[in-house]
T-cell receptor, first 112, second 116 residues
Framework: GNSVTQMEGPVTLSEEAFLTINCTYTATGYPSLFWYVQYPGEGLQLLLK?????DKGSNKGFEATYRKETTSFHLEKGSVQVSDSAVYFC???????????FGQGTELSVKP | EAGVAQSPRYKIIEKRQSVAFWCNPI?????LYWYQQILGQGPKLLIQFQNNGVVDDSQLPKDRFSAERLKGVDSTLKIQPAKLEDSAVYLCASSLDRQGNNEKLFFGSGTQLSVL
């Protein structure tokens, strides 16, 4: 079945460091890929998405490229801020009904 | 615009008791989802509604969990009787697209359930 695997956390970085959170997926067909973020005390919110191979999703300085050949959708940011501290979830949709399948989440902590 | 509303925010019960969670999606959103998020794991879909009809309930433990969405708006998720392993955050989400494909999901803040 479809599944998503993320790198384990927590990830601790200093402010202005470069961020990569790895995400790989297993799916039949051509899923859409998403990154959701959960800030402390808040609900999940969509960060970015890509719907086909080689698409790049971007938002708030974060980027992720849909790589079909490596079945990956790694999240990157060139310079993190303390306010980026949150849990990040990679997810896929099999485009049949819209339900999301999530990875286990990666906690990011950015220190000043 | 108002977001997805859920209540209660926290609930503590003893095992074998029953509990109910309520969700009010964003106005006009046809699709409603209930997810279960166990500590340290990603959310897992329990049930998906399209208006007031069930689209997917394949991962809903139907011997103890039930859900309804009367009139295609609000929804209630019930657990009866609860088990220790039901301790989790229960998330409600909604989306506008009636086909539910590739649409942005809006999540509520969730109900944190502790079963003692």
């Amino acid at each position: 079945g479809n599944s998503v695997t993320q790198m384990e956390g927590p990830v601790t970085l200093s402010e202005e460091a470069f961020l990569t959170i790895n995400c790989t997926y297993t799916a039949t067909g051509y899923p859409s890929l998403f990154w959701y973020v959960q800030y402390p005390g808040e609900g999940l919110q969509l960060l970015l998405k890509a719907t086909k191979a080689d698409d790049k999703g971007s938002n708030k300085g974060f980027e992720a490229t849909y790589r079909k050949e490596t079945t990956s959708f790694h999240l990157e940011k060139g310079s993190v801020q303390v306010s980026d501290s949150a849990v990040y979830f990679c997810a896929l949709s099999d485009n049949q009904g819209g339900k999301l399948i999530f990875g286990q989440g990666t906690e990011l902590s950015v220190k000043p | 615009e108002a977001g997805v509303a859920q209540s209660p925010r926290y609930k503590i019960i003893e095992k074998r008791q029953s509990v109910a969670f309520w969700c009010n999606p964003i106005s006009g959103h046809a699709t409603l989802y209930w997810y279960q998020q166990i500590l340290g794991q990603g959310p897992k879909l329990l049930i998906q509604f399209q208006n007031n009809g069930v689209v997917d309930d394949s991962q809903l433990p139907k011997d103890r969990f039930s859900a309804e969405r009367l009139k295609g708006v609000d929804s209630t998720l019930k657990i009866q009787p609860a088990k220790l392993e039901d301790s989790a955050v229960y998330l409600c989400a909604s989306s506008l697209d009636r086909q539910g494909n590739n649409e942005k999901l809006f999540f509520g803040s969730g109900t944190q359930l502790s079963v003692l």
